[in-house]
C-alpha cells in the first residue's frame, strides 16, 4: 500500500474516533436531557394532579378533568390516572377517550415504597408518584409520548449523522491532499537521488529554503554524497598511484632483465644486473607490504583483534627500531607526570597496527630533520591519552598541510627523499580506526608537531 494512502488512511480513523465521540458524546447528553426533562415534567404534573385531587371539596373530578384537557405540555396522548391506597382507581383521563394504561399492582407499591418511580408503558414515558397526607392517600400516574422531545432528538441525530459522514469525506479528502504535500520532498528526492550515478557524483539534491524535516533528509544525503565522491576519488588516485607506483619497479627488473639476456655476458655483468633487479624487487615488496597494511588499516575496526594496549611499551620500543633502520636516527622520549595508575596508560586497539602508525611519524621525522631527532611526549588526561611528536626539520608548506594525510601524497621539498607517500595515510587511518585524531603544526624550516589522541581504556 503506498505511503499517501497510509497516511490519509490513519488520519481519516484519527478523525473518525474523534468524530465518532464528538458526536456520541453530544447525542448521549441530549437523549439524557430530553429523558430528565419529560420525567421533570411528568412529575410536576402528577404532583400538580395528586395536589388537586387532595382537595374534593374545592375541585371536583369534572373540573380537573377540564384543567387536564387544557393543560399543554407539549406532548401527545396525555394520560393521567389515581390510585387510591387500595389499587381502586379513582380518577382517569386521556387525551383520546380509548387511550387508557393499565397499571398492575407492583408498579403502584413500588410508587409507595420509593416515592417516584419511572417506567415506560408502549411508546410512552410515565411517572407514578405517591402523595399523602392527612386526608388521602393516592398514587398518581401520568404518561405521555413526547413527541416534540423525539423530534428535536431525531432532527439532532440526523444532523450529527450528515456531520459525521461530512467530516469523514472531507478528512479523507483533505488527507489525500496534505500527505500528497508532504510527501511531494520525498518523490523529489528520490527522483534526483535516481539520477546520481558513480559518472555523476558532483550532483546534489536540492534542499529548498525552509529548514524543515525534509531540508535536513536532503542535507543528510547531500553529505553522504560528499563522502561517496570523496571515497571514490581517493580510491581513484589510489589505484592510480598504486599501479604506477607498482609497475615502476616491475618494468625496472623486466627491462634490465630483457637486456642481459640479449647477448652472452661474463659473470660480473650477470651479477650487476643481479644485485640491481634484487635492489628493485626488495623495493617492490616494501612496497606491497606497506599497501597490505595500508588496506587492513581501511577495514572494518570490527575485523581488528583489540586488547588491552599500554602506550608507553609501544613508545618505549621506538628508539631501538628506529635505530635499527638507521643509525643516525634518534628518539627523545619525556614522560613527564606519568600517572601513578596503570590503567590510565592503556588503550583497546591492536599493538601492531598503533605501532606501525606512531612509527611512521617517527620516522618522518627522523628522516627530514637536520639532526635526525625526534621528541616524544607522553600526556594522560581524564579519559584521554596524548602524543606529541616534534622535530626540527624542513616543514611543512601551509598549503599543503590539508593533503599530507592522502595516500601517495609527497610534499614538493621532500622529493629528494625515498618514499611511497603512504606513511602518513597509513597513520591517519589507524588513528582514525581506533577512534582516535591526528592533528598536525608546521613551519617551513623550523619543523613540525603531530599530536595523536587516543580515547583511553574504560575498565
Known amino acids: 500500500m503506498p505511503v499517501k494512502l497510509r497516511i490519509t ?25 430530553r429523558i430528565d426533562n419529560i420525567r421533570t415534567r411528568l412529575v410536576n404534573r402528577a404532583i400538580t394532579l395528586a395536589r388537586l385531587l387532595g382537595q374534593s371539596q374545592i375541585f371536583d373530578q369534572a373540573l380537573i378533568r377540564k384543567i387536564d384537557s387544557s393543560t399543554m405540555l407539549s406532548m401527545k396522548d396525555k394520560t393521567f390516572q389515581a390510585y387510591d391506597y387500595l389499587n381502586k382507581k379513582i380518577y382517569s383521563y386521556s387525551d383520546a377517550l380509548t387511550d387508557t394504561i393499565m397499571i398492575d399492582t407492583a408498579t403502584l407499591d413500588d410508587a409507595r415504597v420509593k416515592g417516584t418511580i419511572y417506567f415506560k408503558i408502549g411508546n410512552k414515558e410515565a411517572v407514578a408518584y ?15 409520548y413526547d413527541e416534540d422531545g423525539k423530534n428535536k432528538i431525531r432532527q439532532l441525530s440526523n444532523i450529527l449523522w450528515f456531520s459525521f459522514c461530512s467530516g469523514i469525506i472531507i478528512a479523507f479528502g483533505g488527507g489525500y491532499f496534505f500527505s500528497d ?19 555523476s557524483l558532483t550532483r546534489r539534491i536540492g534542499t529548498g529554503h525552509v529548514k524543515d524535516e525534509w531540508f535536513y533528509l536532503s542535507e543528510t544525503l547531500n553529505q553522504l554524497l560528499n563522502r561517496l565522491q570523496d571515497g571514490f576519488e581517493t580510491q581513484r588516485r589510489f589505484v592510480s598511484n598504486a599501479s604506477h607506483e607498482l609497475s615502476t619497479p616491475l618494468t625496472a627488473i623486466s627491462s634490465q632483465l630483457e637486456v642481459s639476456l640479449q647477448k652472452h ?44 594496549v599500554r602506550i608507553d611499551e609501544i613508545l618505549m620500543s621506538l ?25 590510565k596508560l592503556i588503550v583497546f586497539g591492536n599493538a601492531e597496527l598503533l605501532f606501525t602508525a606512531i612509527k611512521n611519524i617517527v620516522a618522518n621525522a627522523c628522516k627530514y630533520s637536520g639532526n635526525h631527532k625526534a621528541i616524544i611526549r607522553l600526556k594522560t588526561d581524564p579519559g584521554e591519552i596524548t602524543i606529541s611528536i616534534e622535530d626540527n626539520g624542513i616543514g611543512i608548506p601551509e598549503a599543503e598541510l590539508q593533503y599530507i594525510f592522502q595516500p601517495f601524497y609527497r610534499v614538493d621539498n621532500t622529493a629528494h627523499q625515498t618514499g611511497f607517500g603512504l606513511g602518513l595515510s597509513l597513520a591517519y587511518r589507524i588513528i582514525k580506526l581506533h577512534k582516535g585524531n591526528i592533528t598536525v603544526t608546521s613551519v617551513e624550516r623550523q619543523g613540525s608537531l603531530f599530536v595523536i589522541t587516543l580515547p583511553a581504556a574504560k575498565f
Open 9 to 33: 488512511l490513519l488520519f481519516t480513523l484519527i478523525v473518525f474516533v474523534i468524530l465518532m465521540l464528538v458526536c456520541g458524546t453530544v447525542y448521549y447528553f441530549s437523549y439524557t436531557n
Open 130 to 144: 405517591h402523595y399523602v397526607n392527612p386526608n388521602i392517600r393516592i398514587v398518581a400516574v401520568t404518561a405521555a
Open 181 to 199: 504535500r508532504l510527501l511531494k520532498p520525498i518523490k523529489k528526492i528520490a527522483d534526483d537521488i535516481n539520477e546520481i550515478s558513480a559518472h
Open 265 to 308: 655476458r661474463n659473470a660480473e655483468q650477470y651479477r650487476i644486473t643481479m644485485e640491481s633487479v634484487y635492489q628493485d624487487v626488495r623495493h617492490l615488496s616494501k612496497l606491497t607490504q606497506t599497501l597490505l597494511e595500508f588496506a587492513q588499516a581501511s577495514g572494518d575496526p570490527g575485523g581488528l583483534d583489540l586488547q588491552p
Open 319 to 343: 628508539p631501538a627500531e628506529m635505530k635499527k633502520s638507521n643509525q643516525e636516527y634518534m628518539v627523545v622520549l619525556l614522560f613527564n607526570d606519568m600517572p601513578a595508575e596503570e590503567q
